[in-house]
């Protein structure tokens, strides 16, 4: 271990040794925990994380495949690994789209026959020899092949050790729409990548060097036109052959090896051949594997010791930094400052700045983004500036698989003092405001009247139906962006958009149906969708992967409105126990409905604020004793210990727990407050963005006792369970004494309340 990765942490063990990437690979398995999905044929969700080697940010992950996504399509994403998949189908070396199973090429070693890709050749793996951490992994398959991976910025290296054998291989190959591979001179494989789906972020060329010469060699495709080619019926196989173009094209390199032969494999992407070759000459000039991977750890050993825990059980360690590694997965990084970057018009021109991928907000904005506010501002600037040159290429913000959430990123960094151009951001989010032709659907349903209205599809199917306007769901979403951009523009002078759209904010009111007591569905004509039952998960036609009670927290902006809408403290307070303690028991499935408490989903974005809500009703010790339960049995209690309720959503489900494990979390993230829960560690020290530290004492600290008692911020007594980002910003101490009984008065009374939108209209 090197100096940069040990000695500050006494007994404890460094951050870079507790982070196991393959913590997320795997489902929960405690039937209680999963509801009732997922349907028959299909695996429980895992978090959908990959345990490859990759760097922070980074469009390169050097990664393990064991899902034939070919064949099937297990899981709603293309994720690239299983963790109960006991085969393992290939390796990939690129970028990608978000979910690395359809990265470009699968690299895969072979020791005697294989079969041409679809019908991958499935080598077993045992799972005690399978190891991971940041910016490496390493597995021993049955065939007897050790394969390591690592990664740089840009580029990927593998290392394959095989047995004795008079036929080893290693199968190069594109996958889906397939696209062009050739054999260049004795030591070289590249490649086109064809088709929407393979684009990758750090282009569709790739180049891969060998560091052994081969001379057995030939090329392969699924056959075109005539199915009779080589009497195999659909694949083309060809020895010695250089180049060849179509689906699932690929090559294959045959050599002897004696046993311990080591082979590598280096491998770079880029816009063209030229680009591929010039980042493989720059970050991977010779065959280093231990140098590359001692350089990974090190930029990992930076990132993660910025965040010191001390106390907690070995496993909370663990999943704390391996949940923190999560959280950095995404944005991911496009462009190096100087480099050369194709926009929408064609042309290429060189970046001032890091250029960052879309930002995953309905994902990420949620509690990520704020995570990054944190840690990460220099970083965050980057991604805003990337988002905001975008919005310029094609005239309105980005926005994310539903609602239009850039505006918490921006008013959330903008409210924790990162500097930025917000006015011009703010010209575009009110774009996406105000035009009805721009990324935000219905928008002109919901201007005229105040809310979208729904449908019941023939038949009222529950899931997994799928075509409907989520019209209650939008609502909710877009009431929640329109407070946030009415406040951005109050802080930078429009007086006349903030009135406009702070009345907007108050439209979640429109879809609460007093009767019922819960959020529900309209149709054209203002009627409440028939039949409701808030307990099935309704997906689009009402809502988006959510049920009623789900839906029905998601005013984070106005906590104490909604107070008022369910009868005040005492029935929101009867109403939140309900959803914490009504059993799961849908007709329908929802695929990543898993980690379940009574009707709150862990493994989905809408309510995983919930928990916190007792901050604003006046009873905190529900919001501390649901932290823990949630940290403790919806993270890790599988039998592998590397379980994840439904899906991380890139870095969405790790930086849920990452927060909550420090003992503080964003219920609304465009807002500098964090609400306090209960930290599972005695000591934790983050040193923020700007170099100062926020330290976080728990005195009396354990699985018992999860109770705040008292508290004192900067020596000064704190009776709120919250704080915001100005009491930190300089540098602060939060110390919590904890004891293993509620303490009803700590944060309960009325004025302790966090601010909510309509408590600032009074």
Not at 283 to 288: A, K, M, V
Not at 571 to 579: C, G, I, S, Y
């Amino acid at each position: 271990m090197d100096a940069q990765t040990s000695g500050a942490y006494g007994s404890e063990r460094a951050p870079i040794d507790e982070a196991n990437p393959l913590v997320g690979t795997a489902p929960l398995d405690r039937p209680e925990l999963v509801g009732n999905a997922p349907p028959p044929g299909e695996p429980v969700y895992s978090g959908q994380t990959s345990p490859g080697a990759r760097l922070p940010h980074s469009s390169v992950e050097v990664a393990p495949v064991n899902v034939n996504l070919e064949l099937s399509y297990p899981t709603g994403v293309g994720a690239p690994y299983h963790h109960p998949n006991p085969t393992m189908l290939g390796f990939t070396a690129g970028g990608g789209p978000t979910y690395g199973g359809r990265a470009k090429p699968f690299i895969m070693p072979i020791v005697g026959d294989w079969t041409v890709p679809p019908v991958y050749t499935s080598v077993h793996y045992d799972k005690a020899r399978e190891t991971a951490s940041p910016g490496y992994y390493a597995v021993d398959l049955d065939s007897g092949v050790k394969v390591e991976l690592t990664a740089s910025r840009w580029t990927g290296l593998m290392r394959f050790t095989f047995p004795k054998s008079s036929r080893s291989s290693v199968l190069v190959n594109l996958p889906r729409a397939g696209g062009t591979v050739e054999v260049v001179g004795d030591h070289t494989i590249r490649g086109l990548a064809e088709g929407r789906d393979n684009e990758v972020a750090d282009g569709p060329y790739f180049v891969a060097e060998f560091s052994r010469p081969f001379t057995n060699y030939g090329t392969f495709r699924k056959a075109p036109g005539d199915r009779s080619v080589w009497g195999i019926g659909d694949k083309d196989v060809e020895a010695a052959r250089r180049s060849v173009s179509g689906g699932f094209a690929g090559s294959y390199i045959t050599f002897p090896t004696a046993n311990g032969d080591k082979l590598l494999v280096k491998i770079a992407h880029g816009h063209s051949y030229a680009e591929a070759e010039q980042r493989l000459r720059a970050e991977s000039p010779g065959w280093n594997f231990d140098g590359i991977h001692a350089a990974a750890r090190r930029t990992w050993a930076d990132l993660l010791n910025r965040v010191e825990v001390t106390g907690g059980t070995r496993r909370q360690r663990q999943l704390f930094y391996s949940t923190l590694y999560h959280s950095f997965s995404s944005p991911r990084l496009v462009a190096r400052k100087g480099d050369q970057l194709r926009g929408r018009s064609g042309s290429a021109v060189a970046t001032a700045y890091d250029r960052y991928s879309p930002v995953p907000y309905w994902d990420t904005a949620r509690n990520q983004i704020a995570l990054l506010e944190l840690l990460e501002p220099d970083l965050l600037a980057d991604v805003m500036r990337s988002e905001l040159e975008t919005a310029r290429e094609r005239g309105f913000m980005n926005t994310s698989f539903h609602g239009d959430h850039a505006v918490l990123m921006y008013l959330g960094a903008m409210e924790r003092g990162v500097p930025f151009d917000y006015s011009g951001a703010y010209d575009f989010l009110r774009k996406n405001a105000f035009d009805p032709n721009g990324p935000r659907p219905h928008l002109d349903e919901y201007l005229r009247q105040g809310w979208i209205s729904d449908i019941v599809p023939p038949g009222s199917p529950s899931p997994p139906y799928a075509g409907g306007k989520a019209g209650m769901d939008k609502t909710l979403e877009y009431a929640w962006d329109d407070y946030a951009l009415g406040q951005m523009a109050q802080r930078l002078g429009k007086g006349d958009d903030a009135a406009v759209l702070m009345k907007r904010a108050g439209n979640y009111r429109h879809v609460f149906d007093r009767s019922t007591g819960f959020m529900r569905g309209r149709t054209a004509e203002g009627r409440w969708i028939e039949p409701f039952d808030p307990g099935e998960p309704y997906y689009n036609f009402a809502s988006k992967e959510a049920s009623g009670w789900s839906n029905l927290w998601l005013v984070p902006h106005d906590v104490s409105g909604l107070i008022s809408l369910l009868g005040g403290r005492d029935a929101f307070n009867a109403k939140l126990d309900a959803f914490f303690a009504t059993p799961y028991a849908p007709k329908g499935i929802c695929r990543d409905c898993t980690g379940l408490i009574g009707q709150y989903v862990q493994g989905n974005q809408p309510d995983q604020h919930a928990p916190y809500l007792y901050a604003w009703s006046g009873q905190p010790w529900k919001t501390q004793a649901l932290v823990r339960r949630i940290l403790d049995q919806l993270y890790g209690s599988d039998a592998s210990g590397y379980g994840y309720p439904g899906m991380d959503d890139q870095g969405s489900t790790s930086s849920w727990y990452a927060l909550s494990a420090l003992g503080f979390y964003p219920v609304d993230p465009s807002t500098p407050h964090f609400i306090i829960g209960s930290p599972i560690f005695d000591r934790a020290r983050l040193r923020m963005g700007n170099g100062k530290v926020l330290e976080i004492i728990a005195r009396n600290n354990s699985a018992a006792n999860a109770y705040v008692q008292s508290a004192t911020l900067n020596g000064r007594l704190w009776n709120k369970p919250w704080f915001s980002h100005a009491d930190i910003k300089d540098g602060a101490t939060l110390v919590l004494t904890m004891g293993a009984k509620p303490n009803t008065g700590w944060g309960s009374a009325p004025g302790a309340v966090p601010p909510s939108m309509s408590r600032m209209e009074q």
